[in-house]
């Protein structure tokens, strides 16, 4: 019998709490660290906490991919008196390739969503200094994009227009190969930015 997304999740939570708390150990963590006098400075019970969650995570990845596991998980979204059920990416497994496209196929209703909710909020590229952008400009943006997610706080309603691989997505070393571009909806000027990688 296969594992189940759910159950790969429990158990990468079992495991990492495990590691956290000094019940795994690698024989061989000085080694990870190229670095001796680091690798003596941090010595290695946290190089172990580290590396044997990184490596067994590592091993559910390629069970994944082996078994065809996929790595989404369903979530809501509420903005504005609606809310929005869609699947994303779980932090801690892959994307296999049925769930690129599982995404790519919902990135029309995400967008849909993110229409409705926002008329006559203000409209802001997500950056460390917010820069407004129009709906015209957004609509490019979604058109070049492969899936669409969105991330809400109170008052503002997050944007995220994404290519590439799910699971680099966020990471700016990853650029121009993944990527994603933020963007808010807001009453007036963003107070706070949660999600602020933007290309």
């Known amino acids: 019998m296969t594992y189940t997304t759910q159950e790969l999740i429990q158990i990468l939570d079992r495991e990492l709490q495990a590691s956290w708390q000094g019940d795994r150990v690698l024989l061989s963590a000085q080694n990870r660290i190229p670095d001796p006098v680091l690798a003596m400075a941090l010595g290695s019970k946290k190089i172990s906490k580290v590396y044997a969650y990184r490596e067994f995570r590592e091993q559910v990845h390629q069970y994944q991919q082996q078994y065809q596991v996929s790595g989404l998980v369903w979530r809501e979204c509420s903005f504005r ?40 909020l203000q409209l802001w590229r997500a950056r460390k200094t917010p820069s407004p ?32 691989n799910p699971a680099e997505c966020h990471y700016q070393r990853s650029f121009p190969d993944s990527g994603c571009n933020r963007l808010l909806a807001a009453p007036t000027e963003p107070r706070s930015l949660k999600l602020m990688v933007s290309w």
């Open 81 to 120: 008196g609606q809310t929005f059920r869609f699947q994303e990416l779980h932090n801690q497994l892959i994307a296999i390739p049925q769930d690129k496209a599982t995404l790519m196929a919902a990135k029309a209703c995400v967008f849909d969503f993110w229409q409705q909710t926002t008329q006559g």
């Open 133 to 164: 952008i129009s709906a015209a400009e957004v609509k490019q943006l979604a058109g070049t994009a492969e899936w669409a997610e969105v991330e809400a706080t109170r008052k503002e309603l997050y944007l995220g227009l994404c290519w590439g």
